[in-house]
């Protein structure tokens, strides 16, 4: 089945820091892949949606010069947390897409991201 | 705006039970809604896609049906077991080109031995 590979799976930092995590697809060819951070016991909060080769479409209320997206090949997408703050910390979990816009997304297992 | 909603944060059943849950939405006519599960500090696993003219659908054990009159999907698990027990979240694709995903609040499901 689609396995997608998301890394580190925790990072504990401290403020100020850029964190950098990434999102493979491992056995499949990830057309769109999207970012999500989700709070305990909440539901997954969609963040950007990317395609590969193209600018991410960040979501309302989502800075996008705080979250750097990147999804230069058909296989990675990286998020980068810049300058991250307490108020960052959260878990953030990637997924990933082949094919029609109807397809299953494929999740990684997510960062539990802790700034201190 | 649109909004999703899950009958309740919580379901407690019995082990070889039924468990149904419910999705509803608000504000919007999707053409197609899914179902996945989530167990705690993982990411969620896709179950099913149900379409718009679609009425039912069955995995195994699993059964999803989607009204798009009343605005709801139902997800149902069969003879119930405590491996059933996890979070289960709806999504829907709210500009039906794959590009904007929207997920409920999720289920949290407890199946008692």
């Known amino acids: 089945g689609a396995v997608v590979s998301q890394h580190p799976s925790r990072v504990i930092c401290k403020s100020g820091t850029s964190v950098k995590i990434e999102c493979r697809s491992l056995?499949?060819?990830?057309?769109?892949m999207f970012w999500y951070r989700q709070f305990p016991k909440k539901s997954l909060m969609l963040m950007a949606t990317s395609n590969e080769g193209s600018k991410a479409t960040y979501e309302q209320g989502v800075e996008k010069d705080k979250f750097l997206i990147n999804h230069a090949s058909l296989t990675l997408s990286t998020l980068t947390v810049t300058s991250a703050h307490p108020e960052d910390s959260s878990f953030y979990i990637c997924s990933a897409r082949e094919g029609t816009s109807m397809g299953p997304q494929h999740f990684g297992d997510g960062t539990r991201l802790s700034i201190l | 705006s649109q909004k999703i909603e899950q009958n309740s944060e919580a379901l407690n059943i019995q082990e070889g039970k039924t468990a149904t849950l419910t999705c509803n939405y608000t504000n919007y006519s999707p053409a197609y809604l899914q179902w996945y599960r989530q167990d705690p500090g993982r990411g969620p696993v896709f179950l099913l896609l149900i379409r718009e003219n679609e009425k039912e659908k069955r995995k195994e054990r699993l059964k999803v049906t989607f009204d798009t009159t009343l605005k709801q999907s139902l997800f149902h698990i069969t003879a119930s077991q405590p491996a059933d027990s996890a979070t289960y979240l709806c999504a829907l694709d709210l500009d039906n080109y794959g590009q904007n995903f929207v997920f409920g609040p999720g289920t949290r499901l407890s199946v008692l031995p």
């Open positions: 056995d499949f060819q990830a057309t769109t």
